[in-house]
């Protein structure tokens, strides 16, 4: 277990402070119980009315149940406010594995991977026994943090606490090592799982089909897909992916065109194949059939026929989805936003890509380079650098392809001294700017 004591920081790392259950030393009312707050906590929608529920629970001593402190420690991180949670944790005297499991949790949802390791050792440390609720989130938070060593090393507590043939464990375990691409050690823990857990978990096989996809084994991941005495959805659109992922197309599409039960998933999975390994007009056809088997595309599918109409200059197919999009109330988000600016500058109509750019509500980075490089090419030097200022007062900091973009325009309308003059005075400014690799 040295890796988990390599890892091992002090609390110390989360200084909120909290006032000790202990100071108030009132007994609980007749009218109070725990389910009573219990309640209220699963209620709160903001932290601030969890602090004035934390006020209440202080006031009648009831932190030392661990049941409400758990719950307490579990809302605060659904509120993105996990410090609180763990400022609650260090207050709390009797520590059981309940407490520990929700701050556990509440760590690795917050993306806090190394805070999730530190307190599972600590949760050792007090000799609190870890259960199948704790091992998915560590499990998970050595992952992230590709940690292979410590994922083997917390595989030995599993093996410890006789926790291996735990269903969810498992699955986490196996997870784990795909993540960290030891695909080897996967597979060996699942051919030693014994049938009656893989023929009850499907979740199982689809991980570990994944982490051969993952590799390039497409053999493997085939065979244990057959072998699957079940079947879902998600197992037939990981296979798909993994063929689309090492560019076998039509592996991919015999596949899909014998699924028993398509889903969005599904169909985006081949029209961004496609249009990702260059056959754009079928990448365009599967979208058409799609939507005419009244299947809703998601954003993702519609970024990537937008991006094969930018590739082949299809205007007239990138209109008609424009106006699809329109007519069924889609939202434009900056992901599509910028598919939409992409495209339209791409097949020529500047202005239309304008158009997209003034309405979109929220623009990041790309957006700014997209416009920037749509006006650049299409001759419009003035507009690329009225946009270029625009994009500096909306406080973006451009980068080498803005700059790009901006040396482009003054180029393509002859104004070569006024670019020269722009380039000299951009490289004094380089330290205001990503763009280091420009130089």
């Keep these: 277990m040295k890796a988990l004591q390599a890892l091992s920081k002090p609390t110390s790392q989360f200084p909120a402070k909290a006032v000790a259950a202990s100071s108030y030393p009132h007994a609980p009312s007749k009218q109070t119980s725990e389910s009573h707050f219990i309640s209220l906590i699963h209620t709160s929608k903001k932290v601030r009315h969890l602090r004035e529920i934390h006020a209440q629970i202080l006031k009648h001593n009831l932190f030392s149940s661990s049941r409400v402190a758990t719950q307490f420690i579990s809302c605060s991180s659904s509120l993105k406010s ?56 560590v499990l998970k938070s050595a992952a992230a943090l590709l940690m292979g060593e410590l994922g083997s090393s917390i595989h030995g507590g599993i093996l410890k606490f006789g926790l291996e043939f735990d269903s969810f464990v498992r699955v986490s375990l196996v997870d784990m090592y795909v993540k960290v691409d030891k695909i080897g050690y996967a597979l060996q823990v699942f051919d030693d799982t014994p049938e009656r857990i893989k023929h009850g978990s499907i979740l199982l096989c689809n991980v570990c089909i994944n982490g051969c996809c993952k590799v390039g084994d497409l053999t493997k991941a085939t065979e244990l897909f057959e072998a699957m ?54 990448a365009l056809s599967i979208l058409t059939k ?132 722009f380039f000299n005075s951009m490289k004094y400014e380089e330290g205001n700017c990503s763009c280091g690799d420009f130089w």
């Design 82 to 137: 996990i410090d609180y949670g763990v400022s609650i944790f260090g207050h709390i005297r009797e520590k059981n594995s309940f407490v520990f499991n929700a701050l556990i949790r509440g760590l690795c949802e917050n993306a806090q991977f190394e805070g999730a390791i530190s307190f599972f050792t600590h949760m050792l440390r007090l000799n609190v026994k870890p259960d199948g609720l704790t091992y998915p989130f």
């Design 229 to 282: 005495p079940k079947r879902n959805i998600a197992s037939w659109n990981t296979l798909i992916n993994g063929f689309v992922r090492n560019g076998d197309m039509n592996g991919a599409r015999e596949l899909f065109n014998h699924m028993p039960e398509k889903n969005v998933v599904s169909w985006t999975t081949l029209v961004s194949g496609f249009s990702q390994n260059g056959d754009h007009r079928e």
């Design 290 to 421: 799609m939507i005419q088997e009244n299947v809703r595309p998601n954003d993702l599918t519609v970024v990537s026929a937008l991006s094969a109409c930018a590739k082949l200059g299809a205007l007239d197919a990138g209109v008609r989805i424009y106006n699809y999009l329109s007519s069924r109330g889609f939202v434009i988000t900056t992901p599509l936003g910028n598919a939409l600016v992409d495209m339209y500058a791409k097949c020529g109509n500047i202005e239309a890509a304008s158009k997209v750019f003034a309405d979109m509500k929220q623009k990041d980075l790309l957006t700014w380079s997209i416009m920037l490089w749509g006006w650049a090419i299409h001759g419009h030097h003035d507009r690329a650098l009225q946009c270029f200022k625009q994009m500096k007062s909306a406080g973006i900091k451009p980068d080498a392809v803005v700059f790009l973009s901006i040396l482009t325009a003054c180029s393509h309308t002859g104004k070569v001294d006024e670019g020269l003059h």
